[in-house]
């Protein structure tokens, strides 16, 4: 897509999912009765019930591998969302401390949700826009089994689909977070497959997509935005930030806002 058409995520792309008995209708997904028939019918992925809690999950239906769900209760990051300790992480620390009464945060690329329940778990309210629409229907189901809890009432999910600056919620905002893709080494042994699935789901953006981004996110009524990169990856678009937060495999780039908030 165009830059001028002001697309809110533009390398959220849609592959061919087989959508088991249960799944939601989602853009890019075929009906199928079994996981048996996805894999006969060389999909790469399956949407679908699993596990004991039923969890809407994704997988690959020719491997043994764990069925990947969004779980706000616990799981692979539970230990992070305990409120001291999400204070002490970088990303945290890269978004300061809220300012003017203002604690929101915009999460345009919010993927399967785990950097917006830090945030929310240090205390922010976060909104988070995913344009991938298997993402965002394992978002929904995330939050409708958190439903109750504190962490899920400071974490708000925008609808599905191609968004404009005109539907984004106006602010005031304390962050604009970004988390864009951003390819691996190739054949890396360290991609974990979570993440192999995602880049199967998701293409990379190219620099006029980076660009738009950046510019969209720097034209919220914000008081900054800060954006995920790895570490020792070019800053997005090329866009020098104000300064940063590093870590061992990824860092932190703040921007302030084209107009100051």
């Not at 950097?115 to 991938?132: K, P, W």
Request: glycine share 10%; with cysteine.
């Amino acid at each position: 897509p165009a830059a001028g058409r002001h697309s809110v995520y533009l390398v959220r792309m849609s592959v061919a999912v087989g959508c088991l008995p249960g799944a939601p209708a989602v853009a890019g997904g075929e009906p199928v009765a079994t996981a048996d028939e996805a894999r006969e019918r060389g999909f790469a992925l399956v949407l679908g019930p699993a596990g004991e809690d039923g969890a809407l999950s994704l997988w690959d239906p020719a491997a043994r591998a764990t069925p990947l769900k969004v779980d706000f209760l616990g799981g692979r990051q539970g230990y992070r969302l305990a409120a001291e300790r999400a204070r002490h992480e970088r990303l945290i620390k890269a978004l300061g401390k809220p300012r003017d009464g203002i604690d929101r945060v915009l999460d345009l690329t919010a993927g399967l949700g785990r950097d917006a329940a830090l945030m929310a778990a240090a205390g922010f309210a976060v909104t988070l826009m995913e344009r991938q629409p298997v993402l965002h229907a394992l978002l929904a189901d995330g939050l409708a089994r958190a439903a109750g809890t504190d962490l899920a009432a400071r974490l708000t999910l925008l609808p599905a689909g191609e968004a404009s600056q005109a539907a984004l919620p106006t602010g005031p905002w304390h962050a604009v977070y970004l988390d864009p893709m951003f390819p691996t080494r190739a054949k890396s042994a360290a991609v974990k497959q979570d993440l192999q699935w995602l880049q199967i789901l998701c293409a990379y953006p190219d620099a006029e997509e980076e660009a738009a981004l950046l510019a969209l996110a720097r034209a919220r009524n914000t008081h900054r935005v800060v954006v995920k990169r790895p570490r020792k990856a070019p800053p997005l678009a090329g866009v020098a930030p104000h300064h940063g937060h590093e870590g061992k495999t990824v860092r932190f780039d703040v921007y302030m806002p084209l107009s100051p908030a």
